[in-house]
């Protein structure tokens, strides 16, 4: 049974860069078949999906945040990473990893159990 | 961005009643919608993939219809742990997106 788990600091100064680990368990990173995402859920507020990462590197980021966002992934360790740079109050949300099954249509069928993240001097 | 439209924004039923939620897309998106439920303080989990097909291991009281724009998620017989925020996502093309959010309260 695959398992997702986000880690990172829970408090991030603004004008600085929130930066959080997604560890893969019970499965392999390197699989084929899935993208890994990252989501974010601002207090009291709907989804809004960050971006996600191939096995192989290749990216695709919501254009909304594109110009501060990096994803990157480590397979040697099993893990996917998220770094937002420049944050603001704006930022503080909780930070969901989720695995996204590379079919037509994709879904996210596995989520981490998230992670909060406050911005705040 | 296609933009993704749910109503109500809640409701409150009760135990065994049909409950239906809807979701509008912007521009067609084909069967490409999910549907996750979202219990307090918890992660979303999926309810619905493909506009219809029942996730593994989700209750069969859940069901989904629709293509082009128009969705709906349907709830045969409400139970009590059915409480919960009920959101739409399409995946016809990045960036993807999600409905506001149905908050479901029981009576």
């Known amino acids: 049974q695959v398992q997702l788990q986000e880690s990172g600091p829970g408090l991030v100064k603004p004008s600085q860069t929130l930066s959080l680990t997604c560890t893969v368990s019970?499965?392999?990173?390197?699989?084929?078949?899935?993208?890994w995402s990252w989501i974010r859920q601002p207090p009291g507020k709907g989804l809004e999906w960050i971006g996600y990462i191939y096995y192989s590197g290749s990216t695709y980021y919501n254009p909304s945040l594109k110009s501060r966002v990096t994803i990157s992934v480590d397979t040697s360790k099993n893990q996917f990473s998220l770094k937002l740079s420049s944050v603001t109050a704006a930022d503080t949300a909780v930070y969901y990893c989720?695995?996204?099954?590379?079919?037509?249509?994709?879904?996210?069928?596995?989520w981490g159990k998230g992670t909060t993240v406050t911005v705040s001097s | 961005d296609i933009q993704m439209t749910q109503s109500p924004s809640s409701l409150s039923a009760s135990v065994a009643d049909r409950v239906t939620i809807t979701c509008r897309a912007s521009?067609?998106?084909?069967?490409?919608l999910n549907w996750y439920q979202q219990r307090p303080g918890k992660a979303p989990k999926l309810l619905i993939y493909a506009a219809f097909s029942l996730q593994s291991g989700v209750p069969s009281r859940f069901s989904g219809s629709g293509s082009g724009t128009d969705f709906t998620l349907t709830i045969s017989s409400l139970q009590p742990e059915d409480s919960a925020t009920y959101y739409c996502?399409?995946?016809?093309?990045?960036?993807?997106?999600f409905g506001q959010g149905t908050k479901l309260e029981i009576k």
């Open positions: 521009q067609s998106i084909s069967g490409y």
């Open positions: 019970g499965g392999s990173i390197s699989s084929g078949d899935y993208y």
């Open positions: 996502q399409q995946s016809y093309s990045t960036p993807y997106t």
């Open positions: 989720a695995r996204d099954l590379l079919v037509v249509p994709a879904y996210m069928d596995v």
